[in-house]
């Protein structure tokens, strides 16, 4: 079989990127977290909290640093594996991938090192304000890439001029039409993301009847974020897809595997999409229903994947059970969250066995639909590289397949090597559990996140 | 505004140059250490500030993309497999750099990892200047010449050289930071590496002269120039002085200054292009407004305190290191 060095290049890219997302997905929503902790603690002055934001403090480091190696990658992968892409749209999408980068480490630089080594020798009010500003930041970090990545889904205030695209109005291009959907979004999936892992380790402890002060404030905290957030992100991701049948209809058509504009569209809870045949097979459906979410009225109409050729439909197959898997957790989540938040009201959330032993395995949810809803919104794009603009086949490298595999490889084993290490380098923390607070200052100066981890592991 | 992203932009990469070039040839040099009380020192003398250095090869990265998308997508894409083995080198040494304390048995493993990234990444690098220097093949601003096409016996020399280069950098910077044997090692060690250095900056520069007219034209006209290969000869007189009556703190000034000196003698020799006689600064800029746009939030706060911050973290971490210290 001839390897196809587009489909290759996409691939290297969606593992970079992949293993990238986890850790920012999981930094932002602790970091929010620790800052809660903290402020927290400087109110009540009650000791557990402290004792918390620590713990929890060396963990964020260790993901926070995976964060930043992974990323170094993604801002050289723009030029080696997309060229075509860079030199046509690098005038904007440079710029607020530089803002982006730039701001990670202008926390590493200044607030970032606070946090971490701070501790013992800054004024608490000065602590608190570094973790509030840390969480901000990283939310702020996020911010410009989101814009980045949503320009290329809906790209306006440009001018293309001999091939490349030339800035028009950047505040248009910073809040494009589907940035702020995509934001709200995505910050929420982060938190959701951080608070079930906060919760798992909670209900870990409690299981195991160790740091039980400590065990019952995490549980407590993230089952009452969790209420919120979990159903909230119902609302938004259904805001979100609204916004992209505006911009995007066809992604919507393969999320649903609707084939046939001219007919209301079913919700199939399962189906197998038959691109040959355009139609599904194994449908097991809601009859209307995705035009009763979509629309609002059981006989709206919304267009199918039959109404543009076959050269500029998206590889159904991906998008449509991403989309399953994301809606599936996402639902689960809402049922976690909803039922702890009934334990919690009755005073039973404590002692429900059942139900600390289902969260304390459920760590992995909001990762894998984030990386479920990066899957639909990425692949839902293709063919195109920016919508309506570029597709991927121009936008790639000319790099031939085989070199493109072979550093593939490459990266597989250094990144199966980087997450072993640092999975078990969080689980020892986790098993170890949150310490008393130090006293003594540490015994040399030592920069960088891996280093104040290391301080009493 | 075109010329504030070219001074951004070389100032990252020289202190890149400079800061992760030291760390590098540590790295290096640590392979041939010997012994794992040496090891140890070496890796106490980088340890604190390693990280610090590499964020300004993002920070030149992002730079290049936001303000010559242009040449970034060609450089990136001519350089394909250099800059993924590069970044390939540097992950797998800084994860050994964290996790080589963490177990006895394999630690010759990670220490592997240690040096040989080390290498791999300098060699990368002084590829990727090499074939710059030689010339890309490109059409139409596009890259034509394969996925090897960089590859060249003047570029593998280039690699060689900065690889000397940086395991001078790292055995100055050794001197400056320790004491006892490894100080001692390094000392026997500068000579050698400092003769070949000088050598190899003298091929290239034969060769870049003799190669292209229009750098023979360029110091021909304006022999003034010739200034900064005379700093850089005199900064290596300097450091032999330095080296003979062991004054710790004069070799690494000095090989500082000789690599300034040669980063300023390779700009102008192609100025004004970014690459040689296919793309100048003017040729691979992003338009005004993008320029403007990164200039009020990066260029005028991230990189003035990335400065601050860099200043910041070698002077607290000034002195000889204890050689009791525990990583």
């Given at each position: ?26 930094t ?11 402020i ?10 402290g ?20 990323g170094?990658?993604?801002?050289y992968q723009?030029?080696?594996n ?5 030199a ?44 509030i ?9 996020a ?22 695209a ?10 494009n ?8 979004h995505m ?6 993301t951080?608070g ?16 039980l ?30 916004n ?42 809601i ?17 199918g ?5 076959k ?52 760590w ?26 570029m ?10 397949a ?9 990266f ?18 986790i098993?170890?559990g ?24 | ?11 990252s ?34 340890a604190?500030?390693w990280?610090?250095n ?33 970044l390939?080198?540097?992950i ?13 048995r ?10 040989g990234?080390?290498l ?16 890309l ?24 050289g ?45 060769y ?27 900064a ?8 003979i ?38 040729q ?7 320029l403007a ?7 005028l ?5 990335m ?5 910041i973290?070698?002077?607290v ?11």
């Amino acid at each position: 079989m001839e390897a196809d060095p587009v489909l290759l290049a996409r691939f290297q890219f969606a593992f970079t990127i992949a293993f990238h997302i986890i850790f920012p997905s999981f930094t932002i929503g602790l970091s929010a977290y620790i800052a809660t902790l903290e402020i927290m603690w400087g109110w009540t002055g009650r000791e557990h909290y402290g004792r918390l934001s620590g713990f929890w403090t060396k963990i964020f480091a260790v993901s926070f640093g995976m964060g930043v190696v992974s990323g170094i990658v993604l801002s050289y992968q723009f030029g080696t594996n997309w060229s075509g892409f860079s030199a046509a749209f690098g005038n904007i999408i440079g710029p607020l991938a530089g803002y982006e980068v730039l701001t990670a480490f202008f926390l590493e630089a200044t607030f970032l090192g606070i946090l971490l080594f701070g501790r013992n020798r800054v004024p608490r009010g000065l602590h608190i304000f570094s973790a509030i500003a840390v969480a901000v930041g990283t939310a702020i970090s996020a911010f410009w890439i989101i814009s980045a990545n949503s320009w290329m889904h809906t790209p306006v205030a440009y001018e293309m001029r001999n091939g490349v695209a030339h800035p028009l109005d950047w505040w248009a291009i910073v809040f494009n039409p589907s940035f702020l959907y995509r934001l709200t979004h995505m910050l929420n999936a982060a938190y959701l993301t951080a608070g079930f892992v906060v919760l798992a380790v909670g209900a870990r402890y409690l299981l195991a009847g160790r740091h039980l002060d400590e065990a019952r404030t995490m549980v407590r905290m993230s089952i009452g974020l969790l209420f919120v957030l979990a159903p909230l992100q119902l609302f938004l991701g259904d805001q979100h897809g609204l916004n992209t049948l505006k911009h995007q209809p066809i992604k919507i058509a393969a999320m649903e595997a609707h084939w046939d504009g001219s007919k209301p569209g079913d919700f199939h809870i399962f189906a197998w999409p038959d691109p040959a045949n355009e139609r599904n097979r194994f449908e097991i459906s809601i009859p209307r229903g995705a035009s009763l979410i979509l629309t609002h009225d059981p006989n709206g109409l919304f267009p199918g994947l039959t109404s543009v050729p076959k050269q500029d439909r998206p590889p159904i197959h991906n998008v449509f059970f991403a989309f399953r898997i994301m809606l599936g957790i996402g639902f689960f989540m809402i049922a976690a969250a909803l039922f702890g938040g009934l334990l919690l009201w009755r005073g039973r959330l404590f002692d429900t066995r059942w139900y600390l032993r289902i969260v304390a395995q459920t760590w992995w949810t909001g990762f894998v639909a984030v990386i479920a809803g990066w899957v639909v919104t990425e692949s839902g794009r293709q063919p195109w590289m920016v919508q309506g603009l570029m597709r991927t086949a121009d936008a790639v490298s000319p790099v031939p397949a085989a070199t493109v595999a072979t550093t593939l490889a490459m990266f597989v084993v250094v990144y199966g090597i980087v997450f072993t290490m640092g999975m078990y380098y969080i689980n020892r923390l986790i098993a170890k559990g949150p310490q008393e607070q130090l006293v003594r200052p540490p015994k040399k100066f030592s920069a960088g996140p891996l280093a104040a981890a290391k301080g009493d592991a | 505004m075109v010329m504030f992203w070219v001074a951004v932009l070389a100032i990252s990469m020289l202190l890149y140059v400079l800061l992760d070039g030291f760390d590098l040839g540590v790295g290096m040099l640590s392979g041939v250490a010997g012994s794992e009380p040496r090891r140890h020192s070496m890796m106490s003398a980088v340890a604190p500030i390693w990280d610090g250095n590499e964020t300004w090869l993002v920070v030149a990265a992002v730079s290049l993309f936001g303000a010559f998308p242009a040449v970034y997508a060609i450089l990136m894409s001519a350089f394909y497999l250099p800059v993924l083995l590069m970044l390939a080198g540097l992950i797998l040494r800084g994860v050994a750099f964290e996790f080589r304390y963490k177990t006895q048995r394999m630690r010759w493993l990670w220490d592997v990892c240690f040096s040989g990234g080390s290498l791999v990444a300098a060699f990368m690098q002084g590829v990727m200047v090499g074939a710059l220097v030689e010339g890309l093949p490109l059409i139409d601003g596009r890259y034509v010449g394969g996925e090897f096409g960089w590859l060249s016996p003047f570029a593998a020399l280039c690699g060689v050289g900065l690889c000397v280069g940086y395991a001078l950098l790292g055995a100055c910077w050794l001197v400056k930071k320790c004491e006892g044997d490894v100080r001692e090692a390094a000392y026997r060690l500068i000579p050698h590496l400092s003769v070949g250095l000088l050598a190899f900056l003298i091929v290239v520069f034969a060769y870049a002269v003799l190669e292209n007219l229009p750098v023979m034209h360029r110091w021909i006209e304006r022999p003034y120039l010739l200034v900064l290969p005379a700093t850089g000869a005199l900064a290596a007189i300097a450091m032999a002085v330095g080296v003979i009556q062991r004054q710790d703190q004069i070799p690494f000034t000095m090989v500082v200054l000789i690599f300034v000196a040669s980063f300023g003698t390779l700009a102008i020799s192609f100025w004004p292009y970014m690459i040689p006689f296919s793309i100048t600064v003017e040729q691979g800029a992003a338009p005004e407004s993008s320029l403007a746009f990164m200039f009020w939030g990066e260029g005028l706060f991230v990189f003035p305190l990335m400065l601050i911050y860099t200043t910041i973290s070698l002077s607290v971490f000034k002195g000889k290191i204890d050689a009791n210290s525990h990583h």
